[in-house]
């Protein structure tokens, strides 16, 4: 089986300050997702690239950049950290042929 | 915004079998069904998935109504284990080469009392 690491667990921050997380999979998947998730409420897509330096902006792309450097890793960036922006950023996965997506357990960012 | 509704909680004892409801009416003839479920501090588990017929696995049984309009995730006797936020998501526009985009609503947390 794989895994999804994503750095670091817990993220603190200033205001405005440019933050950034990452995400390993050692799947070999095809596919990969940003998702933030905000207390009590479902998850939002920031970004998906579907190989290696593609990118595809999600419903919430406005204030994040992201890159995926190599087929195994996808970092997201947070321009300016803004304090509503506190969540939790889970990174996924997909293999090409498999239906399933697999999650990490999470970024959670809290910013001052 | 998500194109499924469910309720925001549901109660369970152990040993129950569970149904937890899903709506989707405006589910398009594409769409697979997904359930994925989340436990605090932890990203979402995958848990099954359906298009048009019922399915069975190890963790649960999807019962898919004939007109697709809605959906209930059977899990039979269940432990405290099983108490999570459970997310009937749609998966939308999958095709070869442009990926596959999961779209989460809140879910609906499932409680187990001993």
């Known amino acids: 089986g794989g895994i999804i690491t994503q750095t670091p667990k817990f993220l603190i921050g200033q205001e405005g300050q440019k933050l950034t997380l990452k995400c390993q999979q050692n799947?070999?998947?095809?596919?990969m997702y940003w998702y933030r998730q905000d207390s009590g409420k479902g998850l939002r897509l920031i970004y998906y690239?579907?190989?290696?330096?593609?990118?595809q902006k999600g419903d919430l792309s406005e204030g994040y950049d992201a890159s995926r450097e190599k087929k195994s890793s996808f970092s997201l960036t947070v321009t300016s950290a803004q304090k509503n922006e506190m969540a939790v950023f889970l990174c996924?996965?997909?293999?090409?042929?498999?239906?399933?997506?697999?999650f990490g357990k999470g970024t959670r960012l809290t910013v001052v | 915004d998500a194109k499924t509704t469910q309720p925001d909680s549901m109660e369970s004892t152990e040993g129950e079998t569970v149904h937890l409801p899903c709506s989707h009416a405006?589910?398009?003839?594409?769409?697979?069904i997904y359930w994925y479920r989340q436990v605090p501090l932890q990203g979402p588990e995958y848990v099954t998935h359906?298009?048009?017929q019922n399915t069975t696995n190890s963790m649960a049984f999807l019962a898919i109504a004939s007109d697709r309009k809605s959906s209930t995730l059977i899990l039979p006797h269940v432990s405290l284990r099983d108490a999570a936020v459970y997310h009937c998501?749609?998966?939308?526009?999958?095709?070869?080469?442009?990926?596959?985009?999961?779209?989460f609503g809140k879910g609906a947390k499932l409680t187990v009392s001993p």
């Open positions: 998501i749609l998966r939308v526009g999958w095709q070869q080469g442009t990926g596959s985009k999961l779209s």
């Open positions: 359906g298009l048009q």
């Open positions: 405006t589910i398009s003839g594409n769409e697979y």
């Open positions: 690239s579907i190989t290696e330096n593609d990118l």
């Open positions: 996924a996965s997909r293999g090409h042929a498999n239906t399933e997506v697999f």
């Open positions: 799947f070999n998947h095809d596919t």
